[in-house]
């Protein structure tokens, strides 16, 4: 099972930045969501295509609809600079499958 | 405060084995499934092994199918990985992440390790 991702993603201060997950029938699994700022190990996110883990800022929101799950940042900041990584688990192959990962840049 | 630190990279030849391990703390290991997830230098993210919190399902990508063997020792709060017939595409910053529940398959990745370096090379 292959995700499919944006290498990378350019947005100014305050605008919303939007990254897509692209799968075939994604829908029918359950995405999750990891930011890795550079040099750090990833942190989730987005749980359950759209859950919000405790610490994670309002800002973030996650929505999967047919072939394509996305991650919104909105009023995106500077600390928000960092790869954003898409995650599923592909019961066909009874494996974990991270998205090719995003590249996201504070202009 | 949940805590994982990996331990036991370094340099290997190929063809030469590499034993991970993996020191969970502020939690109960045995609550949970566990997961090796590598990433090679400036290069994405790879799953490579699943365990669930009794060793009773394990899966493996296909690029370790056969080579590696993911194991874990509740009672000693470890996860391991023991890495086998290495390869030069092996190297890669191996992490360990807690899955938020028993079972491996399809839960988020809730908790990761800092990683340990692994670099297969003659």
């Known amino acids: 099972y292959v995700l499919t991702q944006p290498p990378s993603v350019s947005v100014a201060p305050g605008e919303t930045a939007r990254i897509t997950c692209g799968g075939n029938?994604?829908?029918?699994?359950?995405v999750h969501w990891y930011q890795q700022r550079p040099g750090q190990a990833p942190v989730l996110v987005i749980s359950?295509?759209?859950g919000r883990p405790s610490g994670v800022p309002e800002r973030f929101s996650g929505s999967n609809s047919g072939n394509t799950a996305t991650l919104s940042i909105s009023r995106v900041e500077a600390g928000d600079e960092a790869d954003y990584y898409c995650?599923?688990?592909?019961?066909?192959?009874?494996?974990?499958?991270f998205g090719t990962g995003t590249k996201v840049t504070v202009l | 405060e949940v805590q994982l630190v990996e331990s036991g990279g370094g340099l290997v030849q190929p063809a030469r084995s590499l034993r991970l391990s993996c020191a969970a703390s502020?939690?109960?290991?045995?609550?949970?499934?566990m997961h090796w997830v590598r990433q090679a230098p400036g290069k994405g993210l790879e799953w490579v092994s699943g365990?669930?919190?009794?060793?009773?399902?394990?899966a493996y990508a296909d690029s370790v199918q056969g080579r590696f063997t993911i194991s874990r020792d509740n009672a000693k709060q470890s996860l391991y990985l023991q890495m086998n017939s290495l390869r030069s595409e092996d190297s890669a910053l191996y992490y360990c992440?807690?899955?938020?529940?028993?079972?491996?398959?399809?839960?988020?990745?809730?908790?990761w390790g800092q990683g340990t370096l692994v670099s297969v090379s003659s």
């Open positions: 365990i669930s919190w009794n060793s009773g399902d394990i």
């Open positions: 029938n994604i829908e029918s699994k359950t």
């Open positions: 359950n295509d759209s």
């Open positions: 992440a807690r899955t938020a529940g028993p079972d491996y398959r399809n839960a988020e990745f809730d908790s």
């Open positions: 995650q599923v688990w592909d019961g066909s192959s009874d494996q974990d499958v």
């Open positions: 502020g939690f109960t290991l045995g609550e949970y499934a």
